[in-house]
């Protein structure tokens, strides 16, 4: 298989991308849904609002990124544009997951 077919193939099966976002805690029961949105979400912003270090405790802030390009160098092919600079920025992103084990989001 040749290098082009390869690379599409690997962006685009067995779902194109290369980035997911799963939920770190259960969300299975209604109870759980009253946990992690409304109304228990209320609480840990309570504590945020009063101690904003505390979003450190209660969120992933500590352990996430936003990888960003507005696409006008893109790994030596030029102005590409941001769209189309997008499997770059998903790369870079599975780059800090593997070996880093930071979230990011693109």
């Given at each position: 298989m040749?290098?082009?077919k390869?690379?599409?193939d690997y962006?685009?099966?067995p779902k194109p991308g290369k980035l997911s976002v799963e939920?770190?805690?259960p969300c299975?029961?209604?109870q759980d849904l009253s946990l992690a949105y409304t109304p228990g979400v209320a609480?840990?912003?309570k504590e945020i609002h009063k101690d904003p270090s505390n979003a450190y405790k209660y969120t992933n802030k500590g352990n996430l990124i936003a990888v960003i390009t507005n696409g006008?160098?893109?790994l030596g092919l030029g102005n590409?544009?941001?769209l189309a600079s997008k499997p770059v920025m998903e790369g870079k992103a599975v780059l800090f997951k593997r070996f880093a084990d930071i979230d990011v989001f693109d």
């Open positions: 040749d290098l082009k390869a690379a599409l962006h685009l099966f939920s770190s805690k299975l029961t209604q609480e840990p912003v006008t160098a893109v590409m544009g941001a």
